[in-house]
């Protein structure tokens, strides 16, 4: 199994602050990598897939990078509704599977 | 709009059976691998099973391979994950979720709000 480890496991930032989330796989994923937020008590949601692909809809802010084994998301100037945890996942191979997350929360 | 209602979750003694229900809307249910995704209170995502269009490709994580069964009824736009020997590790909301098309499976575009299943005596 692909094993998918994110750093940091929770940061605080201030809004208008650059975020900068990575996620590492434990072989080479190409670029199936995706992005997900999930804020509390709700169901995740698509923001980046194929490593770099905005899903249609999430505010241009959001970007991710990367190839290989290691990924980037980054969120250029954090926003009141950005505060949550975010995800990564690899859709190599199954098990499909996810890094353990990242909080983000208000400084 | 793309529409996923769960249904079917609940509490149940440890060694019982539920079986979780998906009705969708919105897009051509036949066309797109569907996927069931879990998450232990306070824990991160676990995905547990992915079932491609015309149910061709069926995978399972190694956790629930042997006690669950996803399925699909194309005719009735609806998932289904059918859980059998449910221990308290299996106490989780699961979602499920419309794969975006890129593969057979992954990533997931359009998530339900979830279903709670309590296992517990």
């Known amino acids: 199994d692909i094993q998918m480890t994110q750093s940091p496991s929770s940061l605080s930032a201030s809004v208008g602050d650059r975020v900068t989330i990575t996620c590492r796989a434990s072989q080479s994923i190409s670029n199936y990598l995706n992005w997900y937020q999930q804020k509390s008590g709700k169901a995740p949601k698509l923001l980046i897939y194929?490593?770099?692909h905005l899903q249609s809809g999430v505010p241009s802010r959001f970007s991710g990078s990367g190839s290989g084994t290691d990924f980037t998301l980054t969120i250029r100037s954090l926003q009141p509704e950005d505060f949550a945890t975010y995800y990564c996942?690899?859709?190599?191979?199954?098990?499909?599977?996810f890094g353990g997350g990242t909080k983000v929360e208000i400084k | 709009e793309v529409q996923l209602v769960e249904s079917g979750g609940g509490l149940v003694k440890p060694g019982g059976s539920l079986r979780l229900s998906c009705a969708t809307s919105?897009?051509?249910?036949?066309?797109?691998?569907m996927n069931w995704v879990r998450q232990a209170p306070g824990k991160g995502l676990e995905w547990v099973s992915s079932i491609s269009s015309s149910s061709r490709y069926i995978y399972y994580a190694d956790s629930v391979k042997g006690r669950f069964t996803i399925s699909r009824d194309d005719a009735k736009n609806s998932l289904f994950l059918h859980m059998n020997s449910l221990g308290a590790e299996d106490t989780a909301v699961y979602y499920c979720g419309k794969d975006l098309g890129l593969a057979v499976a992954g990533p997931i575009e359009f998530w339900g709000q979830g279903t709670l299943v309590t296992v517990s005596s």
């Open positions: 194929a490593a770099s």
């Open positions: 919105g897009f051509i249910f036949s066309s797109y691998t």
């Open positions: 996942q690899q859709s190599y191979s199954t098990p499909l599977t």
